[in-house]
């Protein structure tokens, strides 16, 4: 066959968008596509899900590829859904949409795979080369539709495409929403019937749902894993994520800020299923999203009584038929969530849901698969899932359990989620901004590195300040090597220590497990115990110590025979930390020897351009790279047209440089940019300087304008925003959802300005 | 004779003083460049630092922070520091930020290397 080129489109056919507006998942659809090939002809798909990582418009964008492709391979696309209540039914459905789309194929015409067509139809519209086989199907079909075993009938359904003569083709048969497979009533288990059937006929198939569920059905079908690949469907990343906001915000009219984009794209998870919902109500209800209010006012909305509250009460009405179970299932899962440990003993949910053991395993199940809780068999755990299933959970819990009133609660949960926005982009940010350590860590494969990258204190010592052309010269001359591990596991030291949650951020600190000279014996593995330390200057002893006991008490406490302790700082370590690192036998980089050292993985280029406007100039420069002299010499510019002296001149570029800096070190900015619009009027001249990313604590609090007198030995950064209250006449900062935007004022004076 | 000293960073030594010249923007890395060769020129003996601001236009916070690190550095090694052809906006910025307390300003490197012929410029034995 011959594959499309990628970003190439096809006509839409079952897809609800192009592929052009399909955003992401492009490797997860190559690979489908590439299942259905020949190559791969009877084996198995499990497409194993995340909870509401959503997928059927995935396996509806590759039904649209292959038909496009028009091969030998025949596309079948089949949906479970809620209507369907016993198996009868539904294999009843999958046999008339099979067939369905087997003509719509063959004829090659679209528009039949969609077109509601009845059995006596689908006879009529046969080409003549099938009807004899479709005929004696639906014969045998209205002979078998009336017996008593419903079991052979399923079978006979689901085996449809295996009485495909070769010579017509290979259906390739894709079947979505496994999970609600296994909520038909009667006599037959549906899901582990599909496994039974496909697997056994030697046919090419996909079985997508939620990833515990598929597992456990293909156990149960005693499938043989022989012949069965499997591709986990995750989240979007935050990237993909931001494109899929913005389209279908796009598609559904929505007005939306970057800020509010980004916001639910973090608040969701990257969940597809969630962000798509949540502008279909925001459209509903012609709303725009260009606040933080605007975003979580329409949040508590859905929580409370939308697409979202929807969701989750038909997955609990599922999994608890019975009211009273429901409700007093929502109050165990609550505060065994809001626990200490967030772990409950099984015994616990029978005694207090008072069901029986059978009953209690069956929901216990249905909870686990929806990853609701994790359960071990005798423990379970209720304290995980997306952040908008616990605040779901909170909102029932007080609504329904404690009944306090509805207004209450939809108060408390709205300004609860305004409080937690900035955070929860901040963590964002933090995250992109740490140093990549893992990914960093996980690159280790035997490289030989100078011995100096790991030593920041000899670093400062003897290269600070050279040159960069010449610090990487005289890199390359360095004699003194050490030879990196090959490290074969990468995780954060929170998931050996959960204590360290505390204390570290997940992704600023991290335990790699690896083994020198690639010789996998216990005397050659080591684990490289990392951490980056957040700190605005060098290091000092104390805090060294303070990282080398926790981190040596974590190789301890998990019986890690050799290790290593690596610190990461921007700015490195004091010169009085050296004993302790000495007696840790620690390494010690700062940022410049970090990104020396990732420097070999990769570079970040940036641009910058100015835009004039009536009255106003505009302009966006990157962060570093000395761009603040870019802003300053522009200013200047600005500031001799409108006749200010040479000193106010130079305190105007100076507040500039100093918010400049500000907003690079402070903003953890995610797109590193700073925006700059200068505005000249005819006795002042002011300048806004903004970033996004998150607030600082120090930013906004300080309202005094003296400036302290700086005593050597004493803290010497921070002075940037007194600098600026002392140079400029007005400043303030504007109020944005995220990081920062200061706005300066300085007035033209006749006599001394 | 002056040394390029292969960081960009002009100086040269007069006796036992060193006189560094800082470049037309002093911030972290001009100030690093700067903190390195008074580093390397009191290592090699010298008793007494001299920066040259002549050139100097536009100083920030970071690199003021870092003349406050040379401060302490030369105190530690038991040597005199002057900032000489300083600005008036950068003096003011000094002021403001109290650099000047641990400094003494000179209108030249002529000045400044006057200054400092009463310290005691004996080199440390090594």
Not at chain 2, 53 to 61: P, R
Request: overall charge negative.
């Amino acid at each position: 066959m011959n594959p499309l080129p990628k970003n190439e489109s096809f006509p839409r056919i079952l897809g609800r968008v192009t592929r052009a507006e399909f955003v992401g998942r492009g490797k997860e659809l190559d690979r489908i596509v590439k299942q259905a090939t020949r190559q791969a002809s009877g084996r198995g798909l499990l497409l194993l899900m995340e909870p509401s990582a959503g997928v059927s418009e995935l396996l509806r964008q590759a039904y649209d590829q292959l038909f496009s492709l028009r091969t030998d391979t025949i596309p079948i696309y089949f949906a479970f859904t809620r209507n369907e209540l016993t198996a009868v039914s539904a294999a009843i459905e999958f046999l008339n949409t099979f067939l369905q789309q087997y003509i719509a194929y063959r004829r090659n015409e679209p528009s039949l795979s969609y077109t509601a067509l009845t059995l006596h139809d689908l006879v009529d519209l046969a080409p003549p080369a099938d009807l004899e086989w479709v005929s004696q199907l639906v014969e045998s079909y209205k002979t078998l539709r009336f017996s008593n075993d419903d079991k052979a009938f399923v079978r006979f359904c689901l085996g449809v495409p295996q009485k495909v003569p070769v010579k017509f083709g290979r259906p390739f048969v894709m079947l979505d929403g496994a999970q609600l497979a296994d909520q038909l009533n009667g006599s037959v288990t549906l899901g582990p019937e599909v496994l039974r059937v496909f697997g056994q006929a030697g046919l090419s198939f996909l079985l997508a749902g939620l990833r515990r569920q598929i597992l456990k059905a293909a156990y149960d079908a005693k499938c043989d894993f022989e012949t069965l690949d499997v591709l986990r469907l995750e989240q979007l990343d935050s990237d993909e994520a931001r494109i899929l906001v913005e389209r279908v915000a796009h598609r559904q009219q929505v007005s939306i800020s970057e800020e509010g984009r980004d916001l639910l794209v973090q608040q969701f998870g990257g969940s597809p299923f969630f962000i798509t919902k949540f502008l279909h109500s925001a459209r509903e209800k012609r709303l725009t999203l260009t606040s933080y209010v605007d975003c979580q006012r329409l949040y508590v909305d859905e929580l409370m009584g939308g697409q979202i509250e929807r969701h989750f009460a038909d997955l609990f009405e599922e999994i608890a038929p019975e009211p009273e179970t429901r409700l007093a299932l929502t109050r165990l899962l609550w505060e065994t969530a809001s626990g200490d440990k967030a772990i409950s003993p099984i015994e616990s949910f029978g005694k207090r849901l008072n069901l029986g053991p059978d009953q209690l395993e069956r929901m216990l199940r249905k909870l686990h698969m929806h990853e609701f809780v994790n359960w071990n068999g005798a423990l379970v755990e209720a304290g995980g899932g997306p952040q908008v299933w616990k605040d779901y959970l909170k909102a029932r819990y007080r609504l329904d359990v404690l009944s306090e009133p509805r207004a209450v609660v939809v108060a408390d949960a709205l300004t609860e989620a305004l409080k937690r926005a900035p955070r929860t982009m901040a963590r964002h940010y933090k995250q992109q901004a740490k140093l990549g350590l893992r990914a960093l860590l996980a690159g280790f494969d035997l490289q030989r590195i100078p011995a100096l990258l790991f030593d920041s204190v000899r670093f400062r010592h003897n290269y600070r300040g050279l040159a960069q052309e010449n610090l990487i010269t005289a890199l390359e001359a360095e004699t003194e090597l050490v030879k990196l591990p090959q490290v074969v596991h990468v995780a954060s030291c929170t998931a050996f220590d959960n204590e360290l949650r505390q204390v570290c951020e997940e992704g600023l600190c991290a335990v790699a497990h690896g083994f020198e000279e690639a010789m996998y014996t216990d005397a050659r593995e080591v684990v490289w115990l990392a951490a980056q330390v957040e700190a605005k200057l060098a290091v000092e002893a104390g805090v060294v110590l303070t990282w080398c006991e926790r981190l040596a008490g974590l190789a301890r406490s998990r019986g890690f025979r050799r290790y290593r302790i690596w610190l990461i700082s921007d700015e490195g370590f004091a010169d009085n930390a050296a004993e302790v690192i000495k007696e840790y036998e620690a390494f010690t980089s700062d940022r410049q020897q970090f990104e020396l050292l990732a420097g070999r993985f990769g570079e970040k280029s940036w641009l910058s351009g100015t835009v004039e406007t009536d009255g106003e100039f505009l302009m966006v420069v990157p962060m570093g790279e000395d761009n603040e002299l870019i802003a300053a010499t522009a200013v200047e510019q600005i500031a001799r047209r409108l006749n200010f002296q040479p000193t106010a001149i130079n305190q105007i570029k100076t507040a500039i440089v100093e918010a400049c800096i500000n907003a690079a070190e402070h903003s953890f900015s995610p797109d590193r940019k700073i925006y700059q619009r200068f505005r000249a009027e005819s006795d002042r001249l002011v300048i806004t300087i903004s970033s996004r990313g998150i607030v600082p604590s120090s930013f906004g609090g300080s309202q005094g304008t003296s400036i302290e007198v700086a005593q050597a030995g004493q803290e010497r950064r921070g002075w940037g925003l007194k600098l600026i209250k002392t140079l400029m006449d007005e400043v303030e900062f504007e109020r944005v959802d995220e990081g920062t935007s200061l706005r300066m004022t300085k007035y033209l004076r006749n006599s001394s300005a | 004779m002056e040394i390029p000293s292969g960081s960009l960073v002009r100086s040269h030594c007069v006796g036992t003083t060193a006189v560094v010249y800082a470049s037309d923007y002093l911030n972290k890395l001009t100030g690093e460049k700067i903190e390195r060769e008074c580093r390397r020129q009191l290592d090699s003996g010298c008793r007494a630092l001299v920066i040259d601001f002549s050139d100097t236009e536009l100083v920030n916070s970071i690199g003021i922070s870092i003349l406050l690190g040379i401060i302490d550095i030369a105190e530690r090694n038991g040597a005199q520091v002057v900032f000489s052809d300083v600005n008036l906006q950068t003096v003011e910025l000094f002021d403001m930020l109290g650099l000047t307390r641990h400094v003494a300003l000179a209108r030249d490197e002529h000045e400044a290397l006057l200054s400092l012929s009463d310290f005691d410029t004996t080199p440390l034995s090594h």
